[in-house]
């Protein structure tokens, strides 16, 4: 019992007490406080009091671990409630210390000797925030230290609670991590941790800093973010930097990255004597939204020892859970999102996160787990070094866009499949998405995207067409306003651009062509939208630009009664897939269902 109650020690690391009345005795000869004395007498029975319930939390806790999976539904209810109750009964004992600590704080100042001195103190102030329905907004740079060994344990990792400086740990981010994890990992949550960085090229840049060394070999797929491809390209591979031998992957299938794999091996055979192989992927990507086989690359990847990094921005977990696969091997190692885009949802907000097996993000000092040691942690590696962090009012600003993830990725996968549908329909445009059952990406998406719903970004194009460049300029900015011309995606509103003259425009000719990007590629990412408003302005901006120089044009398009059925019927099915997809209230309901 002593090694679970000594934490709350002020001598917790040099104690020799060997029970709890010897631990009282520390605490009051720690502090100065005589035992005989009226104040030492009430101050050590409170003292007693903390640390038997301190050993009795504990057991609680276990006893909650043992028999959560054998609990009624009933029982589940009564548990939560009884715990959230007793929350607030120990938020109260701490309300009530606040008035006699503030009159002797500021006793200490109420000389007239310290002019001008802020007598404000945080510590109590701060308790009326416990009872906040939303994360807090923390917005400090640092924080009040207990006492000399509890501070140095936190500069140790040791003391998860006791945050040191904002720049390495910050309560509304770390609520925002804990979020993302529990969205990501579901069951499995307990296996993983996150960090939030303040731009998703930020937690790239972290992680691939983490993870690859000098001459390191890393496959990347061929369509990933041009952001990452400059940074990739113009400085890992650099030989004056890295010197990483970058090899890009065509392919999708677990046979493609099977024989790829081996042809990356046996040309770099002499660096990975002495180097290692990573993969690096991003599916859907942008701005095609292609989509690889994930977990059967990881599977093949790890059997191969070779780290696995997915960028899962495009499909965010209500579309793609790839750490929720029950077979380890075809999970992930990491997995990264730019908040930026659907997480946050309104346009308001740079930020980012990484996702991984927490032995890889975080380790007290001096620990080494499944040959991970703590020096190579992301945390200890990056994240404490280079301040990458993220501030409290871009984390709130995420956790707030978090509520309404599920509805506005619906809605925009019902607006995706309708343009996709539409625009295929129309034999004169090339439309790259796995949105339409016909193209040749689309059942890698019914395999491992959410009810089959594609994500909301995909390409068109206009090329072969004899229509000029003056025209097609026109057209696209007549698209305006329906189509906002905005960069970035994930947004309420849609947006679209030129990938070769925005997003991508760091590559170089030869690698837009491999990249499938043309002059006339159009990204479209989907918001929540009215679609038939889209589809409208769409038809009207060619009529007006493109018919003059091909006639034909606008008898390419679908009839609206055809437009309108389609629309209706594509929305009645992600309406049943999304509804007939929750527990049945029989499920719900049964003496071992699921708590809401």
Partial sequence: MIENVKQLSPKRNTTEATNISGLVDEQLAHFGIDPQSSYGECLGRT?????????????????????????????????????????????????????????VYQSLYNRGDEVGLNTHCALFDNLPALFSANPVIVKTATYVYACTEWVDDAFQGKESTH?????????????????????????????????????????????????????DVLIVSRHVYGGVYQLLHDYYSQTDRLNIALEWFEGETELDFDAFLAEVQGRHAK???????????????NPHGHIVDVPAICRVAHQHECLVVLDSTLATPILHQPLQREKMEERPDYVVHSYTKDMCGTGTTTAGVVIGQSHRMFQAKGDCVDGVPWNRTLFWDV???????????????????????????????????????????????????HGFDEHPNAPMRKKLLKHGWPCGLFTIDLEGLPVSSDAF????????????????????????????LTSHSELDSSALADSGIHQTTMRIAVGTDNVKGLIAQFITAARLHISPEIPEFDAGFMSPDGIDEMVLTISEQATR????????????????????
């Fill in 473 to 500: 300029r026109r057209f696209f900015d007549a698209l305006e306003p329906r189509f906002s011309h905005q960069v970035s995606i994930g947004q309420s509103n849609t947006l679209i651009l030129c990938p070769a």
């Fill in 47 to 103: 003292v007693s009091h903390l640390y038997h319930a301190q050993n009795d939390l504990s057991q609680l806790a276990k006893v909650t671990q043992d028999a959560l999976e054998a609990l009624s539904i009933e029982d589940k209810v009564a548990y939560c409630n009884a715990k959230k109750f007793l929350s607030f009964q120990v938020a109260k004992l701490l309300d009530n210390l606040q008035a006699p600590y503030r009159s």
């Fill in 577 to 596: 897939d999304h509804f007939n997809s929750m527990p049945t209230m029989s499920q719900m309901l049964a003496p071992n269902g699921v708590v809401v």
């Fill in 163 to 215: 945050h040191i400086y904002t720049r390495l740990l910050n309560p509304t981010a770390i609520s925002l991590s804990n979020a993302m994890v529990e969205l990501e990992a579901g069951p499995y949550s307990g296996q993983y941790m996150a960090w939030n960085f303040n731009s998703g090229m930020a937690a790239i840049d972290a992680l691939l800093g983490n993870m690859l060394r000098a001459n």
């Fill in 383 to 433: 994240f404490y070094i280079k301040g990458g962090f993220l501030d409290s009012e871009k984390a709130f600003d995420v956790l707030t866009g978090m509520k309404t993830l599920a509805q506005r990725v619906m809605t925009k996968s019902i607006n995706t499949m309708v343009l996709t549908r539409f625009l295929a329909a129309h034999p004169q445009i090339t439309v790259h998405s």
């Fill in 271 to 285: 660096r990975l004597e002495t180097s290692n192989l990573h993969v690096y992927l991003e599916s859907p990507c």
